[in-house]
């Protein structure tokens, strides 16, 4: 039987916001899996695979004393998963420029297109009020090849001022 | 010729430091063959340490040759006593072990090692290794200290502040001990 859940939480972030929600979801039975929790703009983000012999409802249950007490929003949705599922990227991408509309949805749309497969994806917004940069780094799996995507990476940054960096991912094992 | 079974974390066993070999002799010649095939016998590796298989002495193999993507190497080496005698440069790539399945992570290691070891007659040998070759063995010998490339993960939000503050395990300075 398929139990996993996943969790989602945000809110105004503080100190002890993970441990008090896993310790809820201990004391309420629950098994977890794996897990991105990050400081978001001042908010605490959470997204949680949780293990639960049990409803949604029944779950929601666990978790509202202590996302109402952290004023956390929950969220909730029972999914298809499992774990040891993982997909070992072979390719990292970090984008940094001045921060402009649209360098993301540009940048990644053309790496979609040249067979990218993102694993995992962080950015941040820095320098100034005055003077942002965004700066992104990007795992991912290359379907269709490096070269593919370093020519498509070039094509997209070229113009604006972006800098852009590829590096392979070879992964030793030993 | 046989394929050990290979320890897996969380056995305590990988934990332990592993001692000097001291018997170049036909029993170890055969062991080595068959920490080889069971090397060989897992996906995509490119280096195994005998305490992955349950036998606590300082024998290594790294064979660099056999990458998807080909790397400076110097080919199938037996390394046995290794010890790493000068460290250069600092790098963050991406490791697996056969004794931690399931699970991949990054990890500083030096980019350039030189490294004295003994071969499988008990001769000197001294090898200067380079980038992914050099992580290999690097890997490699952690094993022999007890130490999985799990007590070096850094992630990528703070590698470069990690970067500052490594160092190298001084293993010449504990064998003084
Ligand atoms: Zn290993």
Redesign the interface.
Known sequence: MNDWYMLTLVGKDRPGIVARVTAALFDGGCNLGEASMMRLGGNFTIMLMVQFQGSAQALAAVISPVAESLALHPHIDHIDAAL?Q?L??DVRITVYGADRAGIVAKVTGALAEAGLHILDL?SDVGGSSERPIYVM?I?GHAAEGIEALASALEVATAADGISAQLT??????? | MAIFEILTYPDERLKQESALVEQFDAELHGFIADLEETMRAGPGGVGIAAPQVGRFQRIVIVDCSVTRKPVPNHGRLVLINPEVLTWDGMEVGREGCMSVPDYTGNVIRATQITLAAQDEQGQPLEFAFEGFEARAVQHELDHLDGLLFLDRLVSRRNDLFRRKVYQPKPTKAKKAE
């Open positions: 040891h993982h070992e990227p962080t780094s795992e392979p991912i070879q992964t030793m094992y030993g």
